[in-house]
T-cell receptor, first 114, second 112 residues
């Protein structure tokens, strides 16, 4: 079964620290991996999309890496701020006929302590 | 640029009632999805569509029906609502499997 796992479920760090969020997936045959942010009571906002042929993507203080062979992705947040507090979800588009969908992890709830 | 718009944002239904959730996108996307989000369960796919006139079942399709008569709209129907369908429903769209997915703001549905 194609699954996506995010550990830990929750993380608290002091403001200003750099941090890494983890995502693992069970099948290396993927189209892409996407990181989302979700604020309480809100929808999902796309942060970064990494194609299967890429190793990393950067946007501002965010850097996402992809290692297909090991089934892992990380989201690196530099110089964290209280406004970064949210739930971060990763989603994988697996290469599987008849499986045209994103498979989501359950997310990591991040709290930045001022 | 509206993106993905869901209607309504909130709804309370009595058990056995029916309703339709509307998702509209203005980005000319081929793919559209309906997910539900429940605490501790993450997002689970209900139904999806890979183009106008097409629909397919996802992980948790029972109790739901969908239609995609127009490319920009994807409707999710509950024929006879049950308390187990209390959830937050999200619609999403993308141009292809290789491109970014965009989400609506969600519909919070409570079935009493």
């Amino acid at each position: 079964k194609q699954e996506v796992t995010q550990i830990p479920a929750a993380l608290s760090v002091p403001e200003g620290e750099n941090l890494v969020l983890n995502c693992s997936f069970t099948d290396s045959a993927i189209y892409n991996l996407q990181w989302f942010r979700q604020d309480p009571g809100k929808g999902l906002t796309s942060l970064l999309l990494i194609q299967s042929s890429q190793r990393e993507q950067t946007s501002g203080r965010l850097n996402a890496s992809l290692d297909k062979s090991s089934g892992r992705s990380t989201l690196y947040i530099a110089a964290s701020q209280p406004g970064d507090s949210a739930t971060y979800l990763c989603a994988v588009s697996f290469r599987s006929f008849g499986n045209e969908k994103l498979t989501f992890g359950t997310g990591t709830r991040l709290t930045i302590i001022p | 640029n509206a993106g993905v718009t869901q209607t309504p944002k909130f709804r309370v239904l009595k058990t056995g009632q029916s309703m339709t959730l509307l998702c509209a996108q203005d980005m000319n996307h081929e793919y559209m999805y309906w997910y539900r989000q429940d605490p501790g369960m993450g997002l689970r796919l209900i139904h999806y569509s890979v183009g106008e006139g097409t629909t397919a079942k996802g992980e948790v399709p029972d109790g739901y029906n969908v239609s995609r008569l127009k490319k920009q709209n994807f409707l999710l129907g509950l024929e006879s609502a049950a308390p187990s369908q209390t959830s937050v429903y999200f619609c999403a769209s993308s141009y292809s499997l290789n491109t970014e997915a965009f989400f609506g703001q969600g519909t919070r549905l409570t079935v009493v």
